[in-house]
């Protein structure tokens, strides 16, 4: 009887433990201008939120911070830049130094380079980005406290419409100069859970469909309708994006799988419609 007590505390402590450890995490809370939670709205700003959770860390210990994430592409998809923001909470904290670096990697392995004053992204020559957030006090008072449970940092990403199909991941970087995924103290430090990569396809439709001359935004105009005729009747270019030039889903909803055939006069007409007479609802990116 008494190994058997003995059995259950051991399994009470580890359960405990367990339970602690689990509350000491980095939480990607959500990304901006997606679609079905895993589609980039194409030629968009993408706002990543970042949660600090140190609900099982000791409350009277204080940490210093060094965490950093990359920014990259499996299957070749571009960027325009990559920004990082420390938000209020975190800022707020007092430190003595405050760290958001963006590092470029170009292609092959190798470290990171120099710190970029902005951030930078494929358009700038780097297949990877990578973002460090770090917090240093010299002050064993400050810091940043166990049980703090907050918003800290954004990670702005711009898409592109032509890498329609292609993906934009996040994930930890422990190779980012000072990236090294901790929050320390003096008497010893937390690595805290992270979910793991997440990836996003991109789209190049973005809300509603009818961006046909691709300058954006989710409400035509008169320039879309132009677009659209010059393709069909005048020799115009070839929209880039043909999800918004299928105005009335013909493609998707009557006649899969979509293909350049299905962009007709009738999708001029529903622009016009939409526009200058019965002003419909235009229909959401399929």
Known sequence: MKAKSIVYSVLLV???CSAVLAQTEITLVGITNVTEDSV??????????????LSGAPI???????????????DGA???????????????????????????KPGGSGSFGLPLANGGGNASGGDTVGVLLAGINSDPGGGLPGGFVDMVFNIEISSRREDAGLHICIDTC?????????????????????????CWVVSCCAGHVGDVNGVGGDDPTIG??????????LG???????????????????NPPLDWSDVTISDASVLIDHLFIDKPELADCP
Request: charged content about 20%; proline content about 4%.
């Open 174 to 198: 422990r190779q980012v100069p000072g990236g090294s995924w901790e929050w320390a103290q003096a008497d010893g430090l937390i690595e805290p859970d992270w979910s793991g990569a997440v």
């Open 236 to 254: 115009g270019d070839t929209p880039d994006c043909l999800d918004e030039a299928d105005v009335n889903l013909s493609g998707t909803l009557v």
């Open 14 to 16: 580890i359960a405990m």
């Open 78 to 104: 571009d960027w325009l830049y990559v920004q990082g923001e420390a938000l209020p909470a975190f800022s707020s904290l007092d430190w003595d130094h405050l760290y958001v670096s963006h590092f470029d």
């Open 224 to 233: 879309d309708i132009s677009a659209l005729i010059d393709f069909l009747f």
């Open 60 to 74: 009277d210990r204080n940490y210093l911070t060094a965490n950093g994430w990359k920014i990259y592409s499996p």
């Open 40 to 53: 980039l709205a194409g030629g968009q700003s993408h706002v990543i939120s970042l949660r600090y959770d």
